[in-house]
């Protein structure tokens, strides 16, 4: 079990995120927010897109020679004082987790934002096991104080207002006097670090994620803009890292080169304001940090992606730029996708995870504008492959009927110049009678889908092919020059 | 997206196969009319070799069977043209970039198929770009705004071009709505699939193109153009939606898409 799914009702989950007003307000300033800063962080670059360039190579040859990375990984963590512990799928990494945690006496847990926690249902698992996880980002405090999961990989509160979480942080901080002023989201933050100051000291382990895993020092880095992740992973006895295994960057400068593209291509800055690096366990010599460093390596399905087209998709280092720069993704927001990946990158990768009969929808609720694409940072062609998708679904007959009839009618006539000819003549003509010089159509019973909120236009009446044999037609009886060929089939 | 460039040994007049698009064949004939009337003024010969449809719709449904035997009509039908072009960026996007991908593993079609993709343009880029017009000499009244189609700008390049020949077109004045590159939420089947959805983006489309007070938007692409139509008559907007090549080419009689057919003053872009 992974966390929840709700991916095969997306068309269900979509309707209610459209009727959702204070949703619908939150994802219009995504048209002003990201993509805007983003394309200024981009332009004042010059060597922006020769970044994208090496960012993908640098993820390309680390995916070609995975096996060899990780080894090299994992001797390094394990010189260092750490350990690697590598899970095959979401319920051996819990495991893992809470083993070490059990090992350990703990009792708080507090978290830096992890997505593959996300993604395994640890906060769940834990609470199970006797464990109190407290998340330390922000955004993702927020929505664990309201028993919900992010709506955006790196803005996990993205789809709630001020004012929600200024109800919610009322409804748990009961210890604060209630004529306190929160009408400022800085008086949210406050009151947010406020409270987790406390946890941060009673924490007996540490959880964080991972932006990039380093194969020739073992280390592990995150970027966080609160740094609530620094806290998280040096104050409590031990710092357990959960990271998939695709992770893995060869060397430092590599890293290096990786960073300069993620933080511009999610927030549009040069640089997250806090990038920490961690290798291994407190040395003696250290002042502070934890005294065990663990390592649990995710695969969850990943390694049933290398060498099939979608290893691309390993490329992804999560900036979100993608759903940014979604139009799906703006109207419905994350929660609609119904598993831990929303906007493009999840519609690839969820299927890829969880399985496309039940992630179908989401490679298929896509207009194919390629604005994903235009500013993936590691270039994934996140279109074609979500194509990929859909010919899969082809091949094993998961397409739906209606589109599959359909789709085998309009093939028929358009095998067959000369009937599609006469199809289409006929077609025109009746439509446009049809449209009785209205020029439109308010309903359409085979086109119900579109007609519910827009006019259908009608056709001129007359195709192109016959209008333009006709007058060729016209042309060559009056002696002139035929310029036209191949009306007769 | 790497501009293409023109064949060096360019014919002064090449011979064009208009690949009118099965939704301008349908739908709106005048665009083809359009088309060849500009081909034609531009110096060249235009041929309209018998069509259907290049197949994309069953490529973006997962059906590869049937868009490869669509793709292998459509490359026999335009072989003997020096050039193929379309009044989309969309479906000429599908033959130049999508036909090597669908041949990739065929060793007969793959050199032909990638042929194709070579000499296959969308309108307004081939006028510019290839047969060097910077004046369509024609006369169009009124006030516009540009959609920038997605296929023919993130596959085909075509940005600048449109906006050159519409700032040739006397009479015309061009204002940009914020967000002209941004997905009207059109996108094939996905319109009717996931029609509410889609339904969503265009009432933001709509609403940009209502800001910008332009009287009249205008697109390269039919699809998109429908779906804009059809949102902006639901609403009972005044603004006229027409392809480009309509008002490049002067059509100014013809009534705009989604409008009845006696209107003709909306025709001219609400002036």
Known sequence: MTATITSPAFRENAHQALQDKQLQAVLGTMRTGFSVKRAEAAAALPEFEALRDSARDIKNHTLAHLDLYLEQYEAKVTASGGHVHFARDAAEARRIVADICRALGAKTVTKGKSMISEEIGLNDHLEREGFTPIETDLGEYIIQLRHETPSHIIAPAFHLSAAQVEQDFRRVHTQLPPERDLSEPVSLLNEARQALRQHFLAADVGITGANFLIAETGTSVIVTNEGNGDLTQTLPKAHIVLASLEKLVPTLDDCAQMLRVLARSATGQDSSVYTTFSTGARRASDPDGPGAYHVVLLDNGRTGMLGTSFQEMLRCIRCGACMNHCPVYQAVGGHAYGWTYPGPMGSVLTPALIGVEKGGHLPNASTFCGRCESVCPVRIPLPKLMRHWREKEFERHLTPATTRSGLALWGFFARRPWLYRQATRLGAAALALAARGKGKFASLPFASGWTQGRDFPAPEGRTFQAMWAAQAGKRRLAGAQPDVKGQAQ | ?271
């Open chain 2, 1 to 271: 997206m790497p501009q293409q460039t023109a064949s060096p040994k360019l014919p002064q007049h090449p011979r064009v196969g208009l690949f009118v698009t099965c939704l301008v064949d349908l739908m709106r004939p005048s665009v083809g009319f359009a088309a060849a009337k500009l081909l034609q003024d531009a110096g060249c010969h235009v041929e309209v070799p018998a069509q259907t449809c290049c197949g994309q719709p069953a490529f973006n449904s997962g059906d590869r069977a049937t868009a490869a035997d669509l793709a292998r009509a459509m490359i026999r039908a335009f072989s003997h043209l020096d050039y193929v072009v379309a009044p989309s960026g969309s479906c000429a996007g599908m033959v130049r970039r999508h036909y090597p991908e669908l041949f990739a593993d065929d060793p007969d079609l793959r050199g032909k198929a990638n042929a194709f993709a070579e000499k296959t343009w969308e309108l307004t880029s081939f006028l510019v770009d290839v047969m060097g017009v910077s004046d369509v000499n024609a006369r169009f009244e009124g006030v516009a705004t540009y959609h920038d189609s997605c296929a023919g700008l993130r596959e085909m390049g075509v940005q600048a071009q449109p906006r050159k020949l519409l700032g040739s077109v006397r009479g015309l004045k061009l204002v940009e709505m914020e967000g002209s590159d941004i997905c009207c939420g059109f996108g094939g089947t996905f319109a009717v699939k996931y029609g509410e959805i889609s339904n969503a983006i265009v009432a933001e489309k709509t609403a940009r193109i209502t800001e910008s007070g332009a009287p009249m938007v205008l697109a390269g692409d039919l699809g998109c153009l429908m779906n804009m139509a059809g949102k902006l008559s639901r609403q009972n907007s005044p603004t006229a939606v027409r392809h480009v090549a309509e008002v490049l080419a002067g059509m100014d009689e013809l009534p705009p898409i989604a409008a009845p057919a006696a209107s003709s003053a909306a025709g001219k872009g609400g002036v």
